[in-house]
């Protein structure tokens, strides 16, 4: 299902800016590293090594949030977490993040972090 958001807020997120992930350790704490996503009008997709902490913390499942600050505009994603592998998954993402960043460098490890987004947060400027 589709996640409704406004004109001003697909701005935003189409913006180069960076932004915040947040997962859980194994102990319940969070663990929060800066990062590039992509939103697809249901899910947020980070691309990342397969040997990282948030990816272990994502195999776990439970949930996550991706946070973008620009000053006063604002937007968090929520929701459960997964991690994708296959070829086809992680050459869309790769895709998807060229298209917003930069082509990223080759790599062999390269996993999908995914947030099945079922709840956002934003500034008021942005609803």
């Not at 958001?5 to 997120?13: G, H, L």
């Not at 990062?35 to 994502?58: E, H, L, Q, Y």
């Not at 917003?100 to 709840?119: F, G, L, M, N, T």
Request: charged share 25%.
């Amino acid at each position: 299902m589709a996640i409704e958001v406004s004109d001003a807020m697909r701005v935003f997120i189409t913006e180069r800016h960076h932004a915040s992930l947040t997962t859980l350790r194994a102990d319940g704490s969070p663990h929060v590293v800066p990062v590039g996503f992509t939103f697809d009008g249901r899910r947020v997709r980070v691309i990342t090594r397969g040997g990282s902490m948030k990816v272990a913390n994502a195999r776990r499942g439970g949930r996550a949030a991706v946070s973008q600050v620009d000053g006063g505009r604002w937007v968090t994603f929520e929701g459960p977490v997964t991690v994708l592998e296959t070829p086809a998954e992680v050459a869309d993402a790769v895709s998807a993040y060229a298209g917003r960043y930069k082509q990223p460098a080759e790599r062999d490890d390269r996993v999908v972090i995914a947030i099945e987004v079922d709840h956002v947060m934003c500034s008021r400027s942005l609803r």
